[in-house]
């Protein structure tokens, strides 16, 4: 089954789906939504469309592995996925990814201003890498 990682954002959420042997990242894109009721709903039904078993959601911490709003942000929008009828819902420590998703886009000449949402996916891509990795 595949793995979907979510970059929750306030107006962008990243979203990064693994292949079908949940080994690499297949694809990703971006949610546009405000609304966090209708973004659970969102991913629930991409999660399904895509055969994923397993949602991970960047839990957004601070350096020194504390947890600010953003983390309750995040566990509100667990608890939302999971009553959308979204797959298991894994929180996964996301510091410092979209630091990470910046940089690699400025490495390979992309202006940030003019790629904000590609930026959102790169983050979610890094989260799916990571929590791909502990799999294997």
């Known amino acids: 089954m595949r793995v979907m990682a979510i970059d929750y954002g306030d107006a962008r959420t990243g979203i990064a789906v693994s292949d079908a042997l949940g080994m690499i990242a297949g694809e990703t894109f971006v949610i546009t939504q405000w609304d966090a009721e209708a973004l659970a709903r969102t991913i629930a039904a991409e999660a399904k ?13 601070n350096m020194d592995g504390s947890e600010g709003p953003r983390a309750e942000k995040a566990r509100a929008l667990a608890a939302l996925l999971e009553a959308a009828g979204a ?31 590609t930026v959102d996916a790169v983050a979610a891509a890094l989260i799916l890498e990571g929590y791909l990795g502990t799999l294997s």
């Open 49 to 61: 469309a895509r055969d994923v078993g397993t949602l991970v959601l960047g839990l957004p911490r």
């Open 87 to 117: 797959p298991v819902v894994v929180l996964w420590d996301e510091r410092r990814t979209t630091i990470d998703a910046h940089r690699i886009l400025r490495e390979n000449g992309k202006k940030e201003k003019k790629h904000k949402a």
